[in-house]
């Protein structure tokens, strides 16, 4: 006798038995589902261009249309990389770069973690100076979920592997 399951057609989930026995689907936490999203957003990233190898200093990714993308080294580690992703757009109030991510890679684990950006303001302007762990955790999570969005975005645009890449010293060799 063949068991009769329920499934569902999009996700490919079993939802239950055809005998209305019904199941619960485990449950994420706060942090799994965060933890998840740096990992979502590492193999974006890493599918993007190789952040391991990149030295320290300004690097451009030209794609053939469309506005050209700085990824800054920071500091480059054994096991961490430190960046800052953003256009050559500049916020006419406060001079920085906007937007921008500040993005932490960690390899040994395969996580990128967004640990501010700037769009616009700053996170002090956002959720002030001393803000409770509920508003942290959202305004992480809130942070990350742009850069997974952005990246996205950036990919459909021709950026990455398929980008004509440049140093900082080039790029202002082209526009000179």
Same mark, same amino acid.
């Given at each position: ?64 249309? $469309?506005?050209?993308?700085?990824? %800054?080294?920071?500091?480059? #580690? ?6 800052? =992703? @953003?256009?050559? +757009? ?37 959720? $002030?100076?001393?803000?409770?762990? %509920?508003?942290?955790?959202? #305004? ?6 742009? =850069? @997974?969005?952005? +990246? ?25």
């Amino acid at each position: 006798m063949s068991e009769k399951w329920i499934i569902d057609r999009e996700t490919n989930l079993v939802l239950g038995h055809a005998s209305g026995r019904r199941f619960r689907l485990p449950r994420m936490s706060r942090l799994s589902y965060l933890m998840a999203l740096y990992q979502e957003n590492f193999q974006k990233l890493t599918h993007w261009f190789d952040v391991r190898h990149l030295p320290v200093g300004v690097h451009w990714s030209m794609p053939e249309f $469309g506005l050209d993308v700085r990824v %800054e080294v920071i500091e480059q #580690h054994a096991y961490t990389t430190e960046l800052v =992703l @953003s256009y050559d +757009l500049r916020d006419p109030d406060s001079g920085q770069l906007d937007p921008s991510a500040n993005i932490r890679v960690y390899h040994d684990t395969q996580q990128v973690e967004v640990t501010h950006c700037y769009a616009g303001r700053g996170w002090q302007d956002v959720i $002030g100076m001393t803000p409770p762990s %509920e508003m942290l955790y959202a #305004h992480r999570l809130q942070m990350n979920i742009f =850069l @997974s969005k952005w +990246l996205e975005f950036l990919a459909s645009q021709g950026h990455g592997q398929t980008a004509h890449w440049a140093s900082d010293e080039d790029r202002q060799k082209i526009f000179k």
